[in-house]
C-alpha cells in the first residue's frame, strides 16, 4: 500500500511540473504577443488568465501540425464549438483538477484519483468529436438537396460563385454557414477551387471532397458542371440510403457492443463507491490486478471485434 501512495503522489507531482514547465517558457518566448509578455501595461486581467493556456494549445497547435492533423482550433470549428482554444484548453485543465481532487477526496492517494483525473481531463474532447460526428451526418444527409439546388442554378445561367451564393440564401445549417464563410474567402480574392477545399478541411466530409474535386478538374477541363453535379448527387443520395439502412440493421449489435463494453466498468465503479473493501482487494493483491488486466483486455479485444463487425466503409 505504501509503494501505491508514493507512486500516486510522485505521478501528481509529475503531472504539474510538466504542464507548469510547458506553459511557461511558452508565454515568456520572443515569438509571443507583446501583450501576453509579462509586465505588460495594457494585458487584461482576462488575458493574463490566458496567457498560460494559450501556450499549451499552442504547443499542441505545433505538434498536431507536425504530425499532419488538425489543430486544436480547427477541431473546434468542425464541431461548431465558439471558443477560444485557450479557454478548452482551460476547461480541460479545469476538469482534470477536479477529477483529481473528487479522487483524491474520495478514494485517498490511490490508482483511482490518477484515473478519475485523466478522465475527465478526456471528456471536453470527446464532447467536440460527438459535436463533430453530428454535424458531419447532418451536413452530409442536406448534401444531395444542396447538390440539386445548385445544379439548378447553374442551370438557370448562373456562375459558380453566383449559384453558391443563391445556395447560401435557401440552405440550412451547417451548409448554409459553411457555404457562407467559403463565399466570404471568395470575396476576399480566394479562388473559388480554393475556397471549396478549405471547406472540406474545415467540415472534413468525404462526399463533399468529391465533389470539390469534380468541380477542380471542370474548372480546368471544362465540361457541364449541371451535369456532373446531377450524377454526384445521385450517387451520394444513394449512398446516404445504403448507409442508413446498414445503420438501422445493425443497432442492435451496435448497443450490444456497447453495453457488454462499459457494464463491467460501470459495475467496478459502483462497487468501489459502494462498497470500497468489497473492491479494493482487486488493486491490493498481485491475484486482483492480474485479473484486472486480464478482463480489461479481453473487453478491449472483444469490442474490437465487434466493430469490425458492424462498421461498413461505403
Known amino acids: 500500500m505504501n509503494g501505491v501512495l508514493i507512486f500516486s503522489a510522485v505521478a501528481a507531482l509529475g503531472v504539474l511540473l510538466a504542464c507548469t514547465a510547458i506553459a511557461l517558457p511558452a508565454a515568456a518566448g520572443r515569438n509571443a504577443p507583446d501583450i501576453w509578455r509579462a509586465g505588460a501595461p495594457n ?20 505538434r498536431r501540425r ?20 485557450s479557454e478548452f484548453v482551460m476547461i480541460q485543465v479545469g476538469l482534470l483538477v477536479l477529477g483529481v481532487l473528487l479522487g483524491l477526496w474520495r ?22 468529436k460527438f459535436r463533430q460526428r453530428r454535424r458531419l451526418k447532418s ?3 442536406r448534401l444531395p438537396d444542396t447538390l440539386s439546388l445548385l445544379s439548378n442554378a447553374l442551370k438557370a ?17 451547417p451548409v448554409s454557414d459553411e457555404l457562407n464563410r467559403a463565399l466570404r474567402e471568395m470575396n476576399l480574392g480566394s479562388p473559388t477551387p480554393q475556397a471549396l477545399a478549405n471547406m472540406v478541411r474545415r467540415v472534413g466530409s468525404e462526399d463533399f471532397d468529391l465533389i470539390v474535386t469534380a468541380i477542380s478538374i471542370q474548372s480546368t477541363v471544362g465540361g457541364n458542371l449541371a451535369r456532373i453535379l446531377d450524377g454526384i448527387s445521385h450517387t451520394i443520395r444513394q449512398r446516404v440510403q445504403m ?16 453495453i457488454i463494453t462499459l457494464l463491467p466498468f460501470i459495475v467496478a465503479g459502483v462497487l468501489d463507491i459502494i462498497t470500497p473493501s468489497y473492491f479494493r ?34
Open 43 to 62: 494585458a487584461s486581467l482576462r488575458d493574463r488568465i490566458n496567457q498560460p493556456f494559450q501556450a499549451l494549445a499552442d504547443r499542441s497547435n505545433r
Open 157 to 173: 445561367g448562373l456562375s459558380l460563385p453566383q449559384a453558391i451564393e443563391a445556395v447560401a440564401r435557401n440552405a440550412s445549417p
Open 139 to 141: 451536413f452530409n444527409g
Open 66 to 85: 507536425l504530425n499532419g492533423g488538425l489543430t486544436l482550433a480547427e477541431q473546434l470549428g468542425r464541431a461548431d464549438i465558439k471558443l477560444r482554444t
Open 107 to 128: 478514494f485517498g492517494f490511490a490508482p483511482q484519483f490518477v484515473i478519475a483525473g485523466v478522465g475527465a481531463y478526456l471528456l471536453p474532447m470527446r464532447f467536440v
Open 281 to 314: 482487494i482487486m488493486f491490493t493483491e498481485p491475484l486482483g490486478r492480474v485479473m484486472l488486466v486480464l478482463a480489461a483486455t479481453s473487453i478491449f479485444i472483444g469490442n474490437i471485434f465487434i466493430r469490425r463487425i458492424t462498421t461498413f466503409r461505403m
Open 243 to 258: 448507409k442508413a439502412q446498414v445503420s438501422a440493421m445493425t443497432a442492435q449489435m451496435r448497443a450490444s457492443g456497447w
